[in-house]
C-alpha cells in the first residue's frame, strides 16, 4: 500500500540545522510531485517545498535560503534541509506527494492526496 513515512524530525536550539527524510513506497514514486508541508500548533497546514519528477523544486519565499528541498528518484526518497532553524519553524512536518500539477511549475499546493503521518521539529531559543 501507499506509504510516506517522515524521519529526522528532532528538538533543536535556534540557529541549528536538521536533515528530514521521507521514504515513500507503494506507488510509482517518480511519476508524483513530492512536497513538505508543515503545521504549527494552532495554525493551518501550509506548504514548504516542493519537488517535480525532474527535479525542479521550489521553496516558499519565506523559507529561501534557509530550507532546501531535495529528491532522490532511485531511492524513492525526499529531504529537506533546514539551516538557521527559529522557533518559529516548530511545527509537524509532512511530507506528501502528488500531481499531475506541482507547484514549481505553477501547479497548486491543494493537489496532493497521499500523506505520511509526520516528523516533529521543535526549535527552542
Known amino acids: 500500500q501507499v506509504q510516506l513515512v517522515e524521519s529526522g524530525g528532532n528538538s533543536v536550539q535556534a540557529g541549528g540545522s536538521l536533515r528530514l527524510s521521507c521514504a515513500a513506497s507503494?506507488?510509482?514514486?517518480?511519476?508524483?510531485?513530492l512536497a513538505w508541508f508543515r503545521q504549527a500548533p494552532g495554525k493551518e497546514r501550509e506548504g514548504v517545498a516542493a519537488?517535480?519528477?525532474?527535479?525542479?523544486?521550489i521553496t516558499v519565499d519565506a523559507l529561501k535560503g534557509r530550507f532546501t528541498i531535495s529528491r532522490d528518484n532511485v531511492k524513492n526518497s525526499l529531504y529537506l534541509q533546514m539551516n538557521s532553524l527559529k522557533p518559529e519553524d516548530t511545527a509537524t512536518y509532512y511530507c506528501?506527494?502528488?500531481?499531475?500539477?506541482?507547484?514549481?511549475?505553477?501547479?497548486?499546493?491543494?493537489?496532493?492526496?497521499?500523506w505520511g503521518q509526520g516528523t516533529q521539529v521543535t526549535v527552542s531559543s
Open positions: 519537488a517535480d519528477t525532474d527535479g525542479k523544486t
Open positions: 507503494g506507488f510509482a514514486v517518480n511519476t508524483y510531485c
Open positions: 506528501a506527494a502528488g500531481g499531475p500539477g506541482c507547484p514549481p511549475y505553477g501547479g497548486s499546493w491543494e493537489d496532493f492526496n497521499y
